[in-house]
């Protein structure tokens, strides 16, 4: 039997690709025939080529939101990522096209409308990305994660799933965490993760902080691609990495607090994976305030502490921690009541 094609695209940043991948593992290599369409340089590339999926680039800009001459050259660029696009979408003649947004998506998206092959999106955030936003009317179907998202969308196409997780995170091994780390069960890990990108803002004061730190965690911190420190290279009970990619599972089982950006797959994994955490958002002079309202949410709902950007400070943040650790219990029983969603499969589902 012919087997069933599908195109997924996304990227510009890991929180619109590895929900592609959690859902690429799951698709039954025998029924289907997966490629990806990303851009030529994004962090996708690396993250599709790791899984062996056929990767296609094609010709991206950035969709800003304020004039800026590089505007006028982007629209060139994604002019030609729409021919680009339905020129390799017209050979690989899938029967669906997954998009999990990212500007680079919006080429896709609008070539597949051109051919009128059906697309799929998934929105992660609780208010829609410009790609997410200018993609939407030409989906045949929505899916988010937040309940809230479901309103910018049209009813009868939508639907709330939560957050597809890759099933790997779910198998770690908490010693092979330690191991790796060469840490012990002496004093709890504490992982940081300033979203798949790193976070300047975070970095800085988490080293500023670092001997207290460091006195009562043994600390994680994923700070991003370009963002070692080496004068902390030898600093005990201190390990940093650009990026983690197998690894992420065994030491995030290993972790007993997490300290993170408020990227949507990054904190519902973490939800997930019942680890309390403080979420930092992206203040909303560098965005559009999405990840404010995604920690508002998990706040709200108990599963975490929001430290806002403006109010960081060493002691604040010392403090919060140590809040988070008395009320461990709370945060963690909060997270066990949370309806673990199973979007993954629902997503599946409704691929197969
Ligand atoms: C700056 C920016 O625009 N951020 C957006 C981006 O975040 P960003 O790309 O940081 O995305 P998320 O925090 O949602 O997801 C990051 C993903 O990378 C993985 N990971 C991260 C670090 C690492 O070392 N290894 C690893 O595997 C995480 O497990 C997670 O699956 O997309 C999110 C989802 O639309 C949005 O909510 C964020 O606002």
């Known amino acids: 039997m012919a087997k069933k094609r599908i195109v997924f695209t996304g990227g510009g940043s890991a929180g619109h690709v590895t929900p592609n991948i959690a859902i690429i593992n799951e698709l039954n290599k025998s029924e289907w025939e997966i490629s990806y369409i990303g851009s030529k340089k994004g962090i996708e590339k690396e993250l599709i080529e790791k899984q062996g999926i056929p990767y296609f680039g094609i010709s991206s ?65 609780i208010t829609p990305g410009l790609a997410n936003k200018i993609s939407q009317r030409f989906a045949t179907r929505i899916y988010t994660s937040f309940e809230e998202a479901a309103k910018f969308f049209p009813k ?34 504490l992982t940081i993760m300033g979203g798949s990108l790193g976070a300047k803002k975070i970095n800085d004061k988490v080293r500023g902080a670092i001997s207290e730190l460091t006195s009562k965690y043994q600390i ?16 005990k ?19 007993n607090f997490v300290i993170t950006r408020g990227g949507s797959n990054s904190i519902f994994e973490f939800l997930a994976l019942n680890i309390p955490m403080i979420i930092i958002p992206l ?37 919060d921690l ?23 499969d629902v997503l599946v589902k409704e691929i197969n």
């Open 237 to 255: 009970n201190y390990k940093q990495f650009e990026y983690l990619h197998g690894e992420l599972a065994d030491i995030l089982t290993a972790t």
């Open 220 to 235: 994680v911190h994923l700070c991003g691609k370009g963002n070692l420190d080496e004068s902390l290279l030898h600093q």
């Open 61 to 125: 800009g950035k969709l800003r939101r304020y004039f800026d001459f590089e505007n006028v050259i982007d629209v060139f660029k994604v002019l030609r990522g729409c021919f680009e696009a339905r020129r390799i979408l017209k050979k690989l003649k899938p029967q669906l096209v997954f998009s999990k947004g990212g500007f680079v998506s919006v080429p896709v998206i609008l070539a597949a409308k051109s051919l009128s092959i059906p697309i799929y999106i998934h929105e992660s955030d």
């Open 283 to 319: 203040s909303r002079n560098q965005s559009r305030g999405d990840q404010i309202l995604n920690g508002k949410s998990f706040e709200k709902n108990g599963y975490a502490i929001m430290l806002e950007e403006e109010n960081l400070d060493d002691r604040k943040l010392l403090d």
């Open 322 to 344: 140590d809040k988070l650790a008395q009320n461990q219990e709370s945060f963690k029983k909060a997270m066990k009541l949370a309806q673990q969603s199973n979007a993954l």
């Open 156 to 189: 009868n196409k939508t639907k709330t799933i939560g957050s597809p997780i890759r099933k790997e995170l779910f198998n770690g091994s908490a010693q092979k965490g330690l191991d790796f780390l060469g840490y012990t069960q002496k004093l709890p890990i």
